[in-house]
């Protein structure tokens, strides 16, 4: 369906590419769609492995990176990996729980900001965007 992106202001939508790393299909669905709505390239990975592997064989804008992801990798081990490949890779955290020990962490390795779930096409807008410019 339409999300009316035409009834938002134009600030928020922007270009680019965007992993979103979920391991819940739905949750992925819904940002991804969100995300094309927005002008964005998106691209998606079940799991904090698949995403490093997505990383070691192209560029991406940004990575919005699930904490919780079991079983395997969390968010901010995968996010660790991903810097070990790209130092300079931007990624903005998605977690129902905003103060974990996790979150703590993959911010001090240089997340740019935590968007709390369940966020709206609005809020997702802006935070990527500003974590773009």
């Known amino acids: 369906g339409d999300m009316a992106v035409d009834s938002f202001s ?13 391991d819940e299909p739905l949750q992925r669905d819904i940002t991804i769609r969100m995300l094309s709505e927005l002008g964005y390239k998106a691209y998606q990975a079940a799991s904090g492995s698949q995403a490093v592997e997505f990383i070691e064989k192209r560029e991406i804008d940004l ?10 990798i969390n968010g901010s081990e995968a996010y660790e990996r991903i810097l070990a490949i790209k130092p300079r890779q931007k990624a903005l955290i998605i977690s129902g729980f905003v103060n974990s020990s996790e979150v703590e962490k993959t ?15 609005s809020q997702l807008g802006y935070a990527v965007k ?3 410019s």
Do not use: N, W
Request: no cysteine.
């Open 10 to 22: 134009g600030d928020i939508k922007g270009s680019g590419s965007i992993l979103v790393v979920d």
């Open 63 to 72: 990575i919005l990176l699930d904490m919780l992801m079991p079983p395997g």
């Open 107 to 121: 911010l001090k390795l240089g997340a740019g900001g935590v968007l709390k779930k369940p966020f709206t096409i």
């Open 130 to 132: 500003a974590e773009l």
